[in-house]
């Protein structure tokens, strides 16, 4: 059994660093209440409660999706309503005694014994709160549920659920501890107990329309122009550690086998990147623009790829890719995400900088601080002259741009569809009469898979609500063959905003790559529609830039 230590660790932080996040609003003034009544075990059996019932529904969410076909748009929207009636229940003084009086019901317990078994009381509303809470995290939790993807047994993947879980209920038992002795010590609080749980509950429907509207900022890096003066490291590692192995590589490109051994002496950066991840290739020119300027003065960059969907696996792809792209150093092919799991890697794209004595001394994930990294590389080089740092490629997306949106049932999110999503079968869809905004819809044969949907008839189509300049998507084709696929925008024929790969209004679909679609001059909504001229045609997922 290959459990790694650092991984249940890892997860652990990632968990306690979610404190942070916008999606922990909701959920926050529901335990604080929760916990200020009852016994002094009320607030440990809570936080037990979200824990377990989180860990397992997150496990088995896969299965369960499976099995019962249902849209996780929907099970996201029901959890945000549920968020919403809890918070009306908490301002509501008759909604809160009948809540009380249904959980003591459900905990088997009469009013005589209430206050000895606040404890089983605690642990259930715990677990509710753990179910309605996954769904609403969405996609804050894809870090972690990657990592359960690449571990090599169930039990590992559940261990790092559970680490994750613990690290994200710590704070909340904080919270809750906290604010119980705040309300013991203060007699206002005390006799304003129902004002403050009234506000509690405003604070949760506030919060839940705080998510659901978008206006929680974004995590987007953005590149701006800068000049940097500073000769040291930028935002380096307080601690420095000694660089993982490059191993499990299946194919190399550009090169043959190396290791981290035959490249001491030398400033290393490792790049973990996808070639059909749109924010892997917007920093691919500033790699190749680095190693042009510096690989004949020390630096080695090293493109581990470590594939996000199964077709970025075969090394024919990946070398057309690299090809495509213009890339010139070395490239490794990670299938089997070995190195990924030595480095404890989570991230598309990922840059690990190495220095000369083979030590991990700065780490950058996701898109962006291209002017810190290059600083980096400098220094470490020895180059002393300052640089001016100009953007290279296309941004970055923001808070107003329709996030990525991925159409494999394991991981779909926003479809607005009439009739549920049917993992694994033929299935028949119409489109609704309305698309929400950032949502999508199918129309005509196709089969939903878990990384995937493909067409299985002529005029299979898909719509998509979206706000952005340019939309991208990733499709592939069935066997050897070639689908064209029309496009059509706000219901007319695109000719005047088209990507880079359409002609007269259309795509032609030849092999598993991420195609550019729309191409405007200015932000703005609108509702692109694909139609696939024959069966075949596999799409895995849209991004907006």
Request: glycine share 8%.
């Amino acid at each position: 059994m290959n459990i790694q230590i650092t991984s249940l660790f890892l997860a652990f932080f990632e968990g306690l660093a979610l404190i942070a996040s916008p999606c922990i609003l909701p959920i926050l003034p529901l335990i604080l209440s929760g916990s200020l009544h009852g016994s002094k075990s009320r607030p440990f059996a809570i936080i037990a409660g979200f824990i377990l019932s989180f860990t397992l529904f997150t496990f088995f969410s896969r299965a369960l999706v499976r099995w019962s076909g249902l849209d996780l748009t929907i099970v996201r929207a029901i959890s945000l309503t549920l968020l919403v009636l809890l918070g009306l229940v908490m301002i509501s003084n008759t909604l809160t005694a009948l809540f009380e009086h249904l959980t003591r019901k459900l905990a088997n317990l009469n009013t005589r014994d209430y206050t000895q078994h606040q404890g089983l009381n605690g642990l259930l509303l715990g677990a509710l709160i753990g179910l309605i809470w996954t769904p609403c995290a969405g996609p804050i939790l894809g870090a972690v549920i990657l990592q359960t993807v690449i571990q090599q047994t169930n039990l590992a993947a559940l261990l790092t659920l559970f680490f994750f879980a613990i690290g994200a209920g710590l704070p909340m038992l904080f919270i809750a501890l906290f604010g119980r002795k705040i309300m013991s010590r203060f007699s206002f609080f005390q006799k304003k107990a129902v004002f403050v749980r009234k506000i509690l509950g405003i604070i949760i429907i506030a919060s839940v329309f705080y998510l659901d509207w978008g206006l929680a900022p974004s995590t987007a890096t953005l590149s701006t122009e800068a000049n940097i003066t500073e000769m040291n490291l930028m935002d380096s590692l307080v601690k420095p550690y000694p660089a993982p192995a490059i191993e499990g590589i299946e194919h190399w490109i550009n090169t043959h086998p190396l290791t981290l051994a035959d490249l001491k002496g030398k400033v290393v950066l490792i790049d973990f990147w996808a070639y059909s991840c749109i924010n892997c290739i917007r920093t691919l020119p500033y790699l190749k623009d680095w190693y042009h300027k510096y690989h004949n003065k020390g630096l080695t960059i090293i493109g581990i790829h470590s594939p996000e969907f199964d077709f970025e696996g075969h090394y024919a792809n990946v070398s057309a890719a690299v090809k495509k792209y213009g890339i010139l150093y070395p490239v490794a092919l990670d299938t089997q995400f070995k190195t990924w799991r030595n480095f404890n890697n989570q991230y598309w794209p990922a840059h690990y900088l190495i220095d000369q004595q083979g030590r991990v001394v700065y780490t950058h994930f996701g898109e962006g601080a291209y002017e810190v990294t290059e600083n980096n590389i400098r220094y470490l080089l020895g180059i002393n002259e300052a640089v001016t740092y100009a953007q290279k490629g296309e941004t970055t997306t923001t808070r107003l741009t329709t996030g990525e949106t991925y159409l494999g049932y394991r991981r779909a999110e926003k479809y607005a569809g009439q009739e549920g999503l049917h993992p694994d079968v033929e299935a028949h869809y119409s489109y609704p009469a309305l698309i929400p905004l950032d949502s999508w819809a199918l129309g005509g044969k196709w089969k939903v898979e878990g990384q995937k949907m493909t067409a299985l008839a002529a005029k299979a189509a898909i719509k998509i609500h979206f706000r952005g300049m340019k939309v991208f998507a990733v499709m592939g084709v069935h066997s050897n063959q070639k689908v064209k696929v029309q496009l059509r925008l706000n219901g007319e024929l695109l000719l005047t905003e088209q990507g880079s790969d359409v002609k007269a209004s259309t795509v032609l679909v030849s092999r598993h790559d991420m195609y550019r679609l729309v191409e405007m001059k200015e932000p703005s909504t609108g509702i692109l529609e694909l139609i696939a001229d024959s069966p075949g045609l596999e799409i895995y997922t849209f991004t907006f830039g």
